[in-house]
């Protein structure tokens, strides 16, 4: 599997596995991705040869980086594409001058849950209501190692 940066020619791919994760009302605007493409880190995990099977979006702030979204295909998931993305996208945003990472998510999204919690992130905070009534987000957090970093001293 290779991972690489989003293109704008990759957003049809993306939203259709979009629609795959999330139901409609949860989903992202097909028009979000062009601005995540363009504005935010936007990786792209690839089958060979070249097949899109997930992707992450993620932005920093000063030295706060955040993962906006996460998402595998349902066909593709349970090989460690999830986890993969999640640490190539670290690396981005800490090369970018993050020191830790911020993310939401749904409380009942358990295998979202588990999956941030196995990659070194820590439930810190509830969000009532967070993605609408009764749907409770949990705040997460990771510090990041120091390490390579090329962002600003
Ligand atoms: C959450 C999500 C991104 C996980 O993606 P994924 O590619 O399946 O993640 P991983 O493969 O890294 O890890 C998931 C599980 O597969 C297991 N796994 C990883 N490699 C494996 C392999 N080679 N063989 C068997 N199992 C494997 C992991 O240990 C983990 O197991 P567990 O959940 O039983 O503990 C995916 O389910 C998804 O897109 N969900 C819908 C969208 C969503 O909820 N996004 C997050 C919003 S906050």
Not at 22 to 39: D, H, Q, R, S, T
Request: charged share 25%; glycine share 8%.
């Amino acid at each position: 599997m290779r991972i690489r940066r989003a293109a704008l020619a990759d957003m049809p791919r993306m939203v259709e596995i979009e629609e795959q994760c999330f139901p409609e009302e949860a989903a992202f605007p097909p028009g979000m991705f062009a601005y995540l493409i363009k504005y935010a880190v936007t990786l792209v995990a690839c089958d060979p040869p070249e097949q899109i099977v997930g992707f992450i979006a993620g932005y920093v702030s000063g030295r706060v980086g955040a993962i906006y979204t996460l998402d595998v295909h349902p066909l593709f998931r349970k090989r460690g594409t999830g986890s993969e993305l999640i640490r190539a996208l670290e690396s981005e945003l800490q090369s970018l001058g993050a020191r830790a990472i911020r993310l939401e998510a749904a409380v009942a999204n358990q295998e979202a849950r588990g999956l941030y919690i196995r990659a070194g992130y820590q439930e810190s905070e509830l969000l009532r209501n967070y993605y609408g009534r009764q749907k409770h987000a949990l705040r997460m957090w990771k510090l990041l190692e120091p390490g390579e970093s090329h962002g600003p001293a």
